[in-house]
């Protein structure tokens, strides 16, 4: 099937352009971005006037950052197209509703992703956690903001999610592990004086889970899940990729590069099924951390 990718940015280029080389399923077949451009692959600027010329093309993925993402989405399915998203799926719950309300009317199908729902090791800790009581758990995701979104001002601005845009993957894979969905019941939520978005983030949640998000770590990189149940300890580290058992390790590794081939392998079968897939849980926590959050300001933030 052709694909059109949209946003020749930092994820495009890193995970979505080798995912898409090496998949049996999709062919890359245009690009849209005021910049960038693929070798080999015609290059439009205009998302409109792709749509127009390539009616060969039958699926979009975006990579943009959410605000500018719902026209570009809602163009891609007034024209008929299957959508895949880039988490978070919008920068409102209430526009992906309406991009889901869409798709169904237009009888295609749309794809928001997760991808850290497909780390080597979450299949393995949900069903590890089934059957068992969550008696603690502890999330701990601390990475550099200035190693993985470098100069992007957007992710500090209003609807930029700041922190969240982590954090929000951490929730995905928690909403997906969870034999009891968790609800949120409080929120300290650190903003930089010179910003609208928040660096820094502490959340409690229901059944005795917390978790601090920080985008100011140097170093290592921190992205761990800890679970005391009623039927042992389970840890997920390396955003999804390890699994421990009572502090053996027992499942994965350090490569995150299967992630966006599976993204792109469920995509395929959702078309081919006449499905969609837009869970909005994760998503649901973050709104709900703004919408009860206390707000601290800390010191200036700059790239
Ligand atoms: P990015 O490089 O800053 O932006 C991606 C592309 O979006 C840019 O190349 C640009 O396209 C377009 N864009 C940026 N700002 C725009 C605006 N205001 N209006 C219209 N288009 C705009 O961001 P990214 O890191 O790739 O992130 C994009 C999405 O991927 C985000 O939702 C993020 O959460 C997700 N993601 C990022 C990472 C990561 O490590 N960075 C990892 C996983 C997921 P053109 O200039 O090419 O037109």
Not at 55 to 67: F, N, R, T
Not at 180 to 208: E, G
Not at 273 to 284: H, I, R
Request: proline content about 6%; aromatic content about 8%; overall charge negative.
């Amino acid at each position: 099937m052709k694909l059109a990718l949209v946003g020749i940015g930092k994820i495009a280029l890193d995970q979505h352009l080798p995912a898409l080389k090496s998949s049996p399923d999709w062919d890359l077949a245009a690009t849209v971005s005021r910049r960038g451009t693929v070798d080999g692959v015609e290059a439009f600027t205009d998302l409109t006037t792709m749509l127009e010329a390539r009616s060969d093309i039958g699926a979009v993925s975006l990579c943009l950052p959410p605000v500018p993402r719902f026209d570009a989405a809602q163009a891609v399915l007034r024209a008929g197209r299957h959508l895949m998203l880039e988490k978070p799926p919008g920068a409102t719950l209430a526009e992906v509703h309406a991009l889901c309300n869409l798709a169904r009317a237009q009888g295609v199908t749309i794809y928001a992703t997760w991808h850290s729902r497909m780390a080597m090791a979450v299949g393995a800790a949900r069903d590890w956690l089934a059957g068992r009581t969550v008696q603690e758990g502890r999330i701990t995701w601390r990475e550099d903001v200035r190693k993985w979104h470098p100069g992007q001002d957007w992710i500090f601005e209003a609807g930029g999610m700041g922190v969240f845009d982590p954090g929000i993957n951490a929730l995905s894979i928690l909403t997906e592990i969870l034999p009891q969905p968790v609800r949120l019941l409080s929120a300290d939520l650190d903003y930089p004086a010179n910003r609208q978005a928040p660096i820094a983030a502490r959340l409690q949640f229901s059944q005795n889970i917390a978790a601090d998000f920080d985008f100011r770590q140097q170093g290592p990189q921190t992205w761990d899940m800890e679970f005391r149940t009623d039927g042992g300890r389970m840890a997920l580290r390396m955003g999804g990729n390890r699994l421990e058992i009572d502090g053996r390790p027992v499942q994965g590794g350090d490569d995150i590069m299967g992630e966006y081939p599976a993204l792109y392998a469920r995509m395929a079968a959702l078309v081919a099924a006449g499905e969609s897939d837009a869970d909005l849980a994760p998503m649901v926590l973050v709104a709900d951390a703004f919408t009860l959050g206390r707000r601290n300001i800390v010191a200036d933030f700059h790239f």
